[in-house]
């Protein structure tokens, strides 16, 4: 079957750094995204990773083990509009399906 | 640019009633897909279009749903006698091109609740 995980809801304070993680697994693996979205809002991309490692791009990375089924989203220097849902979402092979987990929401506080 | 554009905003239906929900994807965007959000859930793939041609309607719960693009641009979900359980939000996106990389570009969706 289709299965990603991600915490239910992380909090974090101002000026700190979070690492939001995702373990997934698909029939097929062919790059994992991640976005994010405010409530009520559309989902906004963030990174993508189809090879293993790290991508770093401002202050947000996202890490990629392709062997362990796993990934990371790590912020850097939070700040509080970082508050939102983070979702971790795979795409499968042969298709452009993506599935999506059910997101982390992420709480900055001062 | 305009980024995607989805109508109406919110939709309140009686049960049994048809919907029809539009997305207007970014000009040019070739990929164009569907995707229904229950609350405090990620999205779920509904459908996908490359141009015209529908190449993946796997996601689609029913056969009470159906997507349509005739012209390769516009997109048309209609939901026939809904029924509750189909209260959500119908998120669309565009992509650029049909390679499995590209970024999708979410319109802000249509909240449908089906009384």
């Known amino acids: 079957g289709q299965n990603i995980d991600q915490p239910t809801e992380m909090t974090a304070t101002e000026g700190a750094i979070v690492q939001i993680n995702c373990t997934y697994q698909t029939s097929g693996f062919n790059g994992l995204f991640w976005y994010q979205q405010h409530a009520g809002e559309a989902p906004t991309f963030l990174s993508y990773n189809v090879l293993d490692g790290l991508e770093e791009k401002g202050r947000f990375s996202s890490f990629l083990s392709r062997s362990k089924g796993y990934s990371y989203l790590l912020l850097k220097e939070l700040q509080m509009k970082d508050s939102a849902s983070y979702l971790c979402a795979v795409r499968d092979t042969g298709g452009f399906k993506t599935i999506f987990g059910a997101g982390t929401r992420l709480f900055v506080k001062a | 640019g305009a980024g995607v554009s989805q109508s109406p905003r919110y939709k309140v239906a009686k049960r049994g009633q048809d919907v029809a929900l539009r997305c207007d994807p970014i000009?040019?965007?070739?990929?164009l897909f569907w995707y229904q959000q229950a609350l405090g859930q990620g999205p779920e793939f509904l459908t996908y279009?490359?141009?015209?041609?529908?190449?993946?309607k796997s996601g689609l719960p029913s056969d009470r749903f159906f997507a349509e693009r005739p012209e390769g641009s516009v997109s048309t979900l209609k939901i026939q006698r809904t029924q509750q359980e189909d209260s959500a939000v119908y998120l669309c996106?565009?992509?650029?091109?049909?390679?499995?990389?590209?970024?999708?570009?979410f319109g802000p969706g249509t909240r449908l609740l089906v009384l």
């Open positions: 279009f490359q141009n015209e041609a529908q190449l993946d």
């Open positions: 996106a565009s992509s650029l091109a049909e390679t499995e990389k590209e970024t999708q570009y």
């Open positions: 000009s040019g965007h070739v990929s």
